[in-house]
């Protein structure tokens, strides 16, 4: 299972730190990626990390705004986004897929969370 946070209200500009807590599952065997979605668009991946953290990648919107990092002994990944921006909006989504590598498309991964809602006003 995967436990989505850190969502909240904030003004363009700012930031705000995302978690996932996993349970159940060895993160270190998993690979993570987070998605978001806004009302009326299709999920978007935005970044994804390797089982080991060694690799990471973003997203053409996200990138040198967002960073993505884990702590297997704490079973968590964050996703640290700064300088948000009113297009930023949506539900952000965590994933896990078996394996050690990534995938851009959300319907490879296995082990989803409930979500929760960034909103950045202007």
């Known amino acids: 299972q995967l436990q989505a946070s850190g969502g909240g209200l904030v003004q363009a500009g700012g930031s705000l730190r995302l978690s996932c807590v996993v349970s159940?599952?060895?993160?270190?065997?998993?690979?993570i990626g987070w998605f978001r979605q806004a009302p009326g668009k299709e999920r978007e991946g935005v970044s994804y990390?390797?089982?080991?953290?060694?690799?990471?990648y973003y997203g053409n919107s996200v990138k040198g705004r967002f960073t993505i990092s884990k702590d297997n002994a704490k079973s968590t990944v964050y996703l640290q986004m700064n300088s948000l921006k009113p297009e930023d909006t949506a539900v952000y989504y965590c994933?896990?897929?078996?394996?050690?590598?990534?995938?851009?498309?959300?319907?490879?991964?296995?082990?989803w969370g409930q979500g929760t809602q960034v909103t950045v006003s202007s």
């Open positions: 994933a896990a897929v078996d394996g050690p590598i990534y995938y851009m498309d959300y319907s490879d991964y296995d082990y």
């Open positions: 159940g599952l060895t993160l270190a065997y998993h690979a």
């Open positions: 990390i390797s089982s080991s953290g060694a690799h990471t």
